[in-house]
């Protein structure tokens, strides 16, 4: 068990799919500076790789490692990865961002208690949002941390929940979870939206994603639209059920 520095107790947890090479680097960067905020660390790998388990217990004696013996996906891995959970405070991480050497957690914190609107007070860096977020979210200040909140109608789907790194609470997970239900990421920050909640981001950040070129497929999701007709016909569904909301049909 780690020893604790803060009062209220956070576990981290990283989804992993057999990416070492950025694991490690993930991990690396993130651990060191973070580690007396946190009291348990677990990694679930997606991939039931046997390098991911070697290396970590290598490097990381203190983190806990779970191998999905069959390929589940994100939301089913993140259920299983939550229900082992046993504190309050979750630090949620995937295997592919750099982090600053900084402790963002106790401001993570701070943020987390002054909104109690905010489903998950994420650390990515502000400036790899669009332009259009940076400019029209609410910039906010608390004990000296400063924030951006992301009001409800900034996007109609996204924005109200994220599995980008930062710190959320496992009693949103008892609420609303099993997340498998809902079967996207996006999905649940639509319902989440419904509910009044938003995502804040810590002002300007200290993370950037690095997994560019190295998606894995999800096989519980559909797969990415990558070319011209498949966009176009991704948009045109997103549009008819952003009408079908609309006139409350729940989609």
């Known amino acids: 068990m780690i020893q604790n520095g803060s009062k209220e107790k956070v576990t981290l947890c990283i989804?992993?799919?057999g990416r070492k090479d950025l694991l490690a680097r993930t991990i690396d960067s993130?651990?060191?500076s973070h580690k007396n905020s946190l009291s348990t660390m677990l990694v679930i790998d997606d991939a039931n790789s046997s390098e991911v388990k070697s290396w970590i217990e290598q490097n990381y004696p203190d983190?806990?490692?779970i191998l999905n013996g069959s390929q589940l996906g994100q939301m089913k891995s993140i259920d299983k990865l939550y229900a082992r959970v046993d504190t309050e405070f979750i630090f949620?991480?995937?295997?592919?961002?750099?982090?600053?050497?900084?402790d963002t957690i106790p401001s993570c914190m701070k943020v987390m208690h002054a909104e109690p609107d905010v489903s998950v007070v994420c650390v990515r860096k502000i400036s790899d949002l669009q332009q259009r977020f940076q400019d029209n979210c609410v910039r906010k200040e608390v004990d000296g941390v400063s924030y951006a909140l992301m009001p409800l109608d900034i996007h109609p789907e996204w924005l109200s929940f994220s599995f980008n790194p930062g710190l959320t609470r496992r009693s949103l997970w008892k609420k609303y979870g099993p997340y498998a239900k809902y079967?996207?990421?996006?999905?649940?920050s639509i319902v989440m939206k419904r509910d009044g909640l938003m995502v804040a981001f810590l002002d300007p950040g200290s993370c950037h994603h690095i997994g560019g070129g190295q998606h894995v497929d999800d096989p519980e999701q559909p797969l990415r639209a990558k070319t011209f007709p498949q966009r176009m016909k991704r948009s045109i569904i997103k549009r008819v059920k952003r009408l079908q909301r609309k006139f409350g049909h729940d989609v």
């Not at 949620?92 to 900084?102: I, V």
């Not at 079967?183 to 649940?188: D, G, L, P």
């Open 30 to 32: 993130f651990v060191p």
């Open 92 to 102: 949620h991480g995937e295997d592919d961002w750099l982090f600053n050497e900084e």
């Open 183 to 188: 079967v996207t990421e996006e999905r649940i």
């Open 63 to 65: 983190i806990d490692v």
């Open 15 to 17: 989804t992993s799919c």
